[in-house]
């Protein structure tokens, strides 16, 4: 069992930054990635990083939000700058092995006007 572990959310105002945090208990993955989902809406990829460092990004995170790991800490980082208020969510880190995934439990994100 792979442990994924959130951390770093919290409010902020429009314009603000926050850096989430997702502590895997395994190096080995082929992707990882950040989630999020809204009330009332389904859940959406927000940024995703490969083993080999390729990222890719949600239209609505392109040029704001950034992600990037730690290989020595198993931990993945998702820096997001310029925050909206529409980017209030619950944000989930997905680590995948490959023939397997795991979830984080989700942190809150909420960023007022």
């Known amino acids: 069992q792979v442990q994924v572990v959130e951390s770093g959310g919290g409010s902020v105002q429009a314009g603000g930054s926050l850096r989430l945090s997702c502590a895997a208990s395994?190096?080995?993955?082929?992707?990882m990635g950040w989630y999020r989902q809204a009330p009332g809406k389904e859940r959406e990829l927000v940024a995703s990083?490969?083993?080999?460092?390729?990222?890719n990004y949600a239209d609505s995170a392109k040029g704001r939000f950034t992600i990037s790991r730690d290989g020595a800490k198993n931990t993945v980082y998702l820096q997001m700058n310029k925050l909206k208020p529409e980017d209030t969510a619950v944000y989930y880190c997905n680590a995948d092995l490959g023939f397997k995934a795991f979830w984080g439990q989700g942190i809150q994100v909420t960023v007022s006007s």
């Open positions: 990083i490969g083993s080999g460092g390729t990222t």
């Open positions: 395994t190096s080995v993955f082929a992707i």
